[in-house]
């Protein structure tokens, strides 16, 4: 399934964005499921240590896409497609995740599970969740997994872009569970795509979907936002403005 995202910017929005250094910044739903309730409300509730770093590494967000706008029109398409990745190690907040493994590319669906051994995903079966793509780690402690997706940002594809990133123990299971019309746009100081975030940018959340795959996003350079175009009380205030 496609989704589309018309981003439209007015002249002196996007003059704002490049003058200050920033760029659009969009995100991502993707949910990690590791180890047993127990472990993981465990890694929840110790900020230091082994386990809460691990559980670090998956709250921080991840900058799937980061652009900045060069016109006032922008098209961005991506579909329900995933592919799973390996990292030997995440990167601090603020760094760029790496995954020098080949990536698993080919013929992933929702269902399946792969193992990763030798730097290699050898083996694929059959998951417990229908709903989850399965990364079996048999490489070595605190590897780390992810989903890929790729992108068209105005026709240019931008393929293999990291949603996020989870570390695990030897022969431990990670179950991802991605919302594939699920996306976030932000304007954050990131540039690069596939960077561990600092903080949580907020921004604006939309839900794509089969009965309605496509939406128009505007930004207002007078409160540094996106809305979503079609909002009466915002329209009726842009509206005033002209």
Not at 114 to 119: F, Q
């Amino acid at each position: 399934m496609q989704f589309q995202v018309d981003l439209e910017f007015d002249v002196a929005g996007l003059a704002k964005i490049a003058g200050q250094g920033q760029f659009v910044t969009v995100f991502r739903s993707v949910t990690a499921v590791v180890g047993t309730a127990a472990a993981r409300y465990a890694e929840a509730t110790f900020p230091v240590g082994t386990a809460a770093a691990r559980y670090a590494e998956a709250t921080f967000p991840v900058a799937w896409l980061a652009f900045q706008p060069l016109a006032t029109a922008n098209v961005l398409i991506w579909t329900d497609a995933a592919n799973l990745y390996a990292a030997a190690a995440a990167p601090a907040p603020g760094g760029v995740i790496a995954f020098p493994f080949p990536a698993r590319t080919h013929g992933l669906t929702p269902g399946l599970s792969s193992t990763l051994c030798d730097g290699a995903f050898r083996t694929a079966g059959v998951g417990p969740d229908p709903s989850a793509y399965r990364a079996v780690n048999a490489q070595r402690d605190f590897f780390c997994f992810g989903l890929i997706g790729e992108a068209f940002l105005n026709g240019v594809p931008r393929p293999h872009r990291p949603m996020n990133i989870q570390s695990t123990l030897l022969n431990e299971a990670v179950d991802f569970i991605l919302d594939p019309g699920a996306i976030t746009i932000a304007l954050t100081n990131i540039g690069t795509d596939g960077t561990m975030m600092p903080v949580e940018a907020g921004g604006l959340p939309l839900t794509l979907s089969g009965a309605s795959p496509t939406a128009k996003v505007g930004f207002d350079d007078s409160t540094n936002e996106f809305f979503l175009i079609g909002d009466d009380w915002r329209c009726a205030a842009l509206t005033r403005e002209i």
